[in-house]
């Protein structure tokens, strides 16, 4: 078995910072929270704005509106910036979303809204949608500077919502503006979920999360923080303070790769990794990094890498890059900031003493499709390999909460929700509604916007019709 040393990957030569030379500054402090898309001034909002055709209307909304899953009017927002109104565009955006500021700075305008923007057809580039809709929810930075619609009547009943990320508060901020009663629990200190504790610092710390939990506070939601609902006896006391209940818990730890020194010292899982370097704990990791998995997360922990300032980080996925399941635009740009791709390989083992040492590895081949679609990889002998590495970071995925969705009574066999109308988020249990990555498996911030307004739509005319 050979040792093959890591080799750093070509950088394409423009439109990002040699982050190789800027992690290196005594403080990396910097280099991890400088932002991917630095926000517009004045002037340059409004000239972005005035780029917009304003196409769509009443009847045929426009292709961003249609491809935004949180249904944010796109055109109407847009407009009020180039007429200099940007606390007008703010509450067009947050009637829709209430995470706009977050969802702005995280969402995956490129492949959503932008990616369907009718100036691309005119062989222009997209409007810059997701800088536009920053500027606007940034203008607002009190939550009292964006009007609070008040409900227009008191339901006098009660929801508990259960997990306080993306698809909690969404649901939440829909149930209080219809009148609800609710209280949001969860066992992190902070709201925000996987916004405040998982995704990448280049992408947000923190802000505007702080501002946008204000403003649901303002809207009479009832936060409970620091609370695991994670025994029969807690989901009971839950139970009898309300009439309905909505699961926004996410998913839960990193998935194991069950690999021979996965206890190694050198050996992370992505989310550690990542809550770790948003408590300013950076962790140690030498000057080689290997990050396992080709999902979004894995090039968010690669990238952050390279800031940290390893001088070399390669990424192993033991599937080809067609089959990556990262946005091919994340692909592109850790490549372009210098991280390297060993695509069909496999970790067999992690190797060291006290600490991880190397890698030994695998090369693969694709064989049939597996039950998901995609080419299985199936091992080729005698392809082993070692890879000298001083820090290897896991990024195959998540598990489900297996201790709190099975007491509930609406879990399958892995620990999923079963039997979930998608219209209404209602599970078979009929008070549970359920939505966001704990139903999917695992998706965009918007996404879980998106399924945690479905579900309160579905318990408004669930508690509506019911004695």
């Not at 009660?158 to 649901?171: D, Q, R, S």
Request: aromatic share 4%.
């Amino acid at each position: 078995m050979k040792t093959e040393p890591l080799t750093r990957g070509l950088r394409a030569g423009a439109g990002l910072p040699d982050l190789h030379q800027v992690a290196h500054i005594p403080d990396p402090w910097a280099a991890l929270t400088t932002e991917l898309k630095p926000p517009l001034t004045p002037d340059e909002a409004r000239a972005e704005a005035y780029r917009c055709l304003l196409c769509g209307g009443p009847t045929t909304p426009a292709p961003c509106v249609q491809s935004c899953p949180s249904g944010i009017d796109i055109p109407n927002f847009v407009e009020a910036i180039a007429r200099g109104d940007p606390t007008q565009a703010a509450s067009t955006i947050m009637e829709a979303n209430p995470l706009g500021g977050t969802c702005a700075r995280v969402c995956p305008t490129e492949v959503l809204c932008e990616g369907s923007c009718v100036l691309i057809g005119e062989g222009q580039r997209a409007l810059d949608i997701g800088r536009l809709q920053r500027f606007a929810t940034d203008a607002v930075s009190d939550p009292a500077g964006i009007a609070i619609i008040a409900p227009m009547q008191q339901q006098n009943r009660n929801v508990a919502v259960i997990g306080a990320g993306p698809a909690g508060l969404a649901c939440a901020a829909v149930l209080a503006s219809l009148g609800y009663g609710v209280t949001v629990y969860d066992g992190h200190t902070e709201a925000g979920g996987l916004v405040r504790y998982a995704i990448a610092p280049y992408r947000q710390l923190i802000e505007p999360l702080p501002v946008e939990v204000e403003r649901l506070r303002r809207m009479g939601i009832r936060f409970v923080m620091g609370t695991r609902i994670d025994i029969r006896e807690a989901i009971q006391a839950v139970e009898a303070s309300c009439d309905a209940i909505f699961l926004g818990v996410g998913m839960g730890k990193d998935s194991a790769l069950g690999i021979e020194g996965s206890d190694l010292s050198g050996v992370w899982s992505s989310l550690p990794f990542i809550e770790a370097i948003k408590s300013r704990q950076l962790p140690e990791i030498g000057d080689t990094v290997a990050v396992i998995g080709a999902g979004n997360t894995a090039m968010d922990v690669a990238r952050e890498s390279v800031r940290l300032g390893a001088k070399h980080v390669v990424v192993i996925y033991r599937r080809s890059r067609e089959q990556a399941p990262a946005f091919p635009s994340e692909i592109a740009e850790a490549i372009e900031e210098g991280v390297e791709f060993v695509w069909l390989t496999a970790p067999v083992r992690f190797l060291g003493g006290d600490r991880l040492r190397s890698i030994e590895c695998q090369k693969m081949r694709l064989g049939e499709p597996d039950r998901s679609g995609r080419k299985r990889s199936e091992p080729i002998k005698g392809s082993e390999f070692e890879l000298s590495v001083d820090t290897a970071i896991l990024a195959i995925g998540q598990l489900p909460w297996s201790d709190l969705i099975p007491l509930i009574g609406v879990a399958d066999a892995n620990g999923y929700p079963i039997l979930v109308d998608p219209d209404t988020g209602q599970t078979q249990k009929a008070r549970y509604f359920t939505g966001g990555d704990v139903l999917n498996g695992g998706g965009s911030v918007v996404e879980a916007v998106r399924m945690g307004k479905i579900a309160a739509d579905g318990i408004h005319r669930f508690l509506s019709t019911k004695e």
